[in-house]
């Protein structure tokens, strides 16, 4: 198969052999609801996926929708996810994006870009996690991985989250951005690594312009 030489046409190989590679991606922050995977979200920053996932459970237990946890006391709220980065921060964030939620959007999670990203807490990368996982509408989540990965791939030049996420969109399909962002997430984390990323056993290794410059 020949060698795609657009960046373009990187974004599509790239697409279909990690669509092979990993056919049961899926978001790895524990959720029952679009509610649950927006504040597991939130919490995410600067945290481990594994971190949030120990202290949603008691966290939502506790505060199950946006009409209990608007009303939470703060220094409730901090003693669940006190294990967490910035838990001081996060417990106001979730709890004013609980009040949002009530005053603006009758309690439910909207589905706009616009609306989600006028939450307290709330980027483009959440409100992307959100629209693509538990919303089924097109979003592509730009992490750390994604930022990297879309690099290595000379898929672009750019550096800011934003700007790849709106360079990305036209490579992939509407509905398939989401799954593509969590399978570059994975590669990311799994064969990509940053600091030793493992070229010889990578499934881009044939075309990926910067398998040369680290192995």
Not at 14 to 21: K, N, P, Q, T, Y
Not at 154 to 177: C, F, G, H, W, Y
Request: proline content about 7%; hydrophobic content about 40%.
């Amino acid at each position: 198969m020949a060698r795609p030489r657009s960046p373009k046409g990187r974004a599509r190989r790239a697409h279909d052999r990690l669509a092979d590679e990993y056919p049961d991606a899926e978001c790895e922050l524990d959720h029952d609801s679009a509610f649950q995977l927006l504040i597991a979200t939130i919490l995410s920053a600067q945290a481990t996926d594994v971190g949030v996932n120990k202290v949603t459970p008691g966290l939502f237990a506790r505060f199950p929708d946006a009409y209990e946890l608007a009303v939470a006391e703060p220094a409730v709220v901090e003693e669940l996810i006190g294990s967490l980065g910035l838990f001081r921060n996060k417990t106001k964030s979730i709890i004013k994006c609980a009040q949002q939620l009530i005053d603006l959007h009758g309690g439910e999670v909207p589905t706009s870009m616009k609306d989600l990203t006028a939450l307290a807490g709330v980027g483009r990368k959440t409100a992307n996690v959100v629209r693509s996982v538990a919303l089924d509408l097109p979003g592509l989540p730009v992490d750390t991985h994604v930022l990297r990965l879309s690099g290595l791939l000379e898929l672009t030049e750019e550096t800011d989250p934003v700007k790849v996420e709106l360079v990305l969109n036209p490579m992939i399909p509407a509905s398939e951005r989401g799954l593509f962002s969590l399978r570059v997430i994975l590669h990311g984390r799994r064969v990509c690594i940053a600091r030793r990323p493992r070229c010889d056993e990578c499934v881009l290794n044939d075309f990926c312009p910067s398998v040369s410059l680290k192995s």
